[in-house]
């Protein structure tokens, strides 16, 4: 599904290498993992993968069912089936979650060629996915993030995500700012939307979340590259000693 | 050559071909007193210093186009009482009936004829409050000489909104209009302004509102792009009153908006908002508000938000003036822009000149561009970039919108911005 050969960037405008080469291959209905200290290009890869500005890619490949990635808009790899889970999702005031939910939803159905949902069936499905993940009622009224608590945040990304049902969910350190009980609330809505069809690639600092988003497997990102790749027990060792082993083991 | 000649050449010169209507003999006699005293604004004055009054102050309105579009008429779907000027005549066949339930309606032009004891009183009276301590002599100009305006006189709770309805049918009209509006204790009124009205328009508004009444004002000025506008809202208000005005101006060549509010009586609230969306360098907009309180316990709001593209201009000249014994006083002022290059320009001048020692007064002036994070984010989602732009700057227009207290309005003015954004790419 997503197929990452040696890819390198930049930051934009500065002579500052981030990802130095980073290979990774997720199968359809695969969970990934990707751990690692701060500042190894975790987060920088994910926002590569979407297309945020400010990167500049100097090698390698991204493809998405075999579709270039990095030669599409954000919007458009939105519609090819790409959605991430920010770390930090943004706060939009004067835009009302809803009109938000709606808009999303019908910009990429226009762009796939399909009809725009009706407001009722839109309110219909919106309402039953909200209730899963426990979003009430305000929460859809309010503008987007806009005073949520850091826990109503995540699980408004849960909600885009189940709205939007992506083929390829990258989740930025979701379990950030979260409490057990918001975390677990999380994984089980990423779980419910797990399916032969659908990938992640959970980035995260603790094993935690992976008790609770069971990874198929698990990459170890260091400097700009993938160190290391093995199964769950991977992130376990992480959990008990640490990166520094790890990374002794490369150099 | 001295700045008072030029001004009082240039007044000589726009006074030259015109006649004092009938009626109103001595307030419109009094005001051209008033205004011959002052002289026309000039570029120099310091209250014209970010917008050059010369087009609208010049003998001869300059040609404006005529902006075709296939759109129904604003607030088709609310029940109102439509009164229909075409160029500043008045056009009794496209207008309804002039009557509603809580509240008579008399124009101008037959002010003449019939004694209305309170029009007489009014006119001509705020804006003569309103000249010190600036001048708006352009104000005056249109107290003098206006040929025609509607009387309102809200006696209860007036039934349904009044729609001035102003078309622009001839490429070099010149109009003045003056209306008045007088709100009764405890009543209450909707007063909409709709149209470009003139390739110049001179509009000036006073407004009376007794205690515990009510005043709700909503404008939408005309689209076409090459149009003039000059307009000036005189509001006084007692006890307990409410005061409610908000603008929506999409292009237009130059707007000059002032809205003057006396808050005299007690408990009184004033709210003032705009939205502006100006795109093109030939595209010139000023906001200037003066609001003075005068009593206790008042509460006044001014929001104004302008998004700028392509080199528009926009301006924002602002004041509170607490007097002293105004105690209790809560003022608030924000004035934001949004610009969506480099080439455009926001020119803010906010004051607050404080004679009480117990007040609440703040002011916040902004000027930004497109939040990037909050566009990316957007984007990620499946919204494409122009579309997420138009969301935004939505977002960004929507806190003057809400000082709109009818729901049905703001919807309306939200439908239709959405559509000329759409439309637009």
Known sequence: MLEIKGLMADLQGEDKTILKGVDLNIGAGEVHAIMGPNGSGKSTLSYILSGKDGYEVTGGSATLDGDDLLDMEPEERAAAGLFLAFQYPVEIPGVGNMTFLRTAVNAQRKARGEDELSAGDFLKIVRAKAKDLQIDADMLKRPVNVGFSGGEKKRNEILQMAMLEPKMCILDETDSGLDVDAMKLVAEGVNALRSAGRSFLVITHYQRLLDHIKPDVVHIMADGRIIKTGGPELALEVENNGYADLLAEVV | ?425
């Not at chain 2, 010049?58 to 008429?73: R, Y």
């Not at chain 2, 907009?285 to 006044?300: C, K, P, R």
């Not at chain 2, 009480?356 to 902004?366: K, N, W």
């Open chain 2, 1 to 425: 050559m001295a700045v008072a000649k030029l001004k009082s050449d240039a007044t000589e010169a726009r006074l030259a071909g015109l006649t004092l209507p009938a009626g109103l003999d001595t307030a419109r006699k009094d005001a051209l007193s008033r205004l011959i005293a002052m002289g026309l604004p000039h570029k120099r004055d310091e209250y014209w210093k970010y917008t050059d009054p010369a087009s609208l102050t010049q003998a001869d309105a300059p040609q404006a186009a005529l902006f075709h579009n296939d759109e129904g008429p604003m607030f088709d779907a609310i029940d109102r009482v439509k009164i229909v000027f075409v160029d500043g005549v008045f056009d009794a066949d496209a207008s309804d009936d002039l009557a509603a339930d809580g509240v008579t309606i008399t124009r101008l032009s037959d002010v003449a004829d019939a004694d209305i004891h309170w029009a007489t009183e009014l006119y001509g009276t705020l804006e003569a409050r309103g000249q010190t301590p600036v001048e708006r002599p352009l104000a005056a100009l249109n107290s003098a000489f206006a040929s025609d305006g509607v009387l309102i006189h809200a006696t209860g709770k007036a039934s349904k909104p009044i729609n001035l309805i102003y078309l622009h049918g001839d490429t070099g009209s010149d109009v003045m209009l003056h209306s008045l509006v007088k709100v009764d204790a405890g009543a209450e009124v909707t007063l909409l302004e709709t149209g470009p009205a003139a390739a110049r328009f001179n509009s000036v508004l006073e407004v009376d509102v007794a205690s515990k009444g009510a005043f709700h004002h909503v404008r939408s000025q005309g689209r076409d792009h090459e149009r003039r506008a000059v307009t000036h809202c005189f509001a006084r208000i007692e006890d307990e009153a409410l005061f409610k005005s908000f603008t929506l101006t999409v292009n237009g060549k130059l707007t000059r908006n002032e809205c003057i509010i006396e808050m005299l009586g007690d408990d009184a609230v004033a709210h003032v908002a705009g939205a502006c969306v100006g795109d093109g360098n030939d595209f010139h907009h000023d906001d200037t508000v003066f609001i003075t309180h005068d009593a206790l316990n008042g509460e006044s709001r001014q929001v104004f938000k302008k998004v700028l593209r392509n080199g528009a201009v926009g301006v924002f000249q602002g004041k509170i003036l607490v007097k002293a014994g105004a105690q209790k006083t809560d003022g608030y002022q924000i004035s934001q822009s949004l610009l969506l290059d480099e080439d455009s320009q926001f020119l803010a001048k906010p004051e607050l000149e404080i004679y009480a020692d117990d007040v609440a007064c703040s002011h916040g002036s902004t000027s930004g561009a497109i939040d990037e994070d909050a566009l990316f984010y957007l984007q990620s989602r499946g919204v494409p970039r122009q579309a997420a732009t138009d969301l935004l700057t939505l977002a960004f227009l929507a806190e003057s919108l809400e000082e709109i207290a009818d729901e049905a309005l703001a919807d309306d003015l939200r439908e239709r911005l959405e559509g000329w954004m759409a439309r637009r790419g």
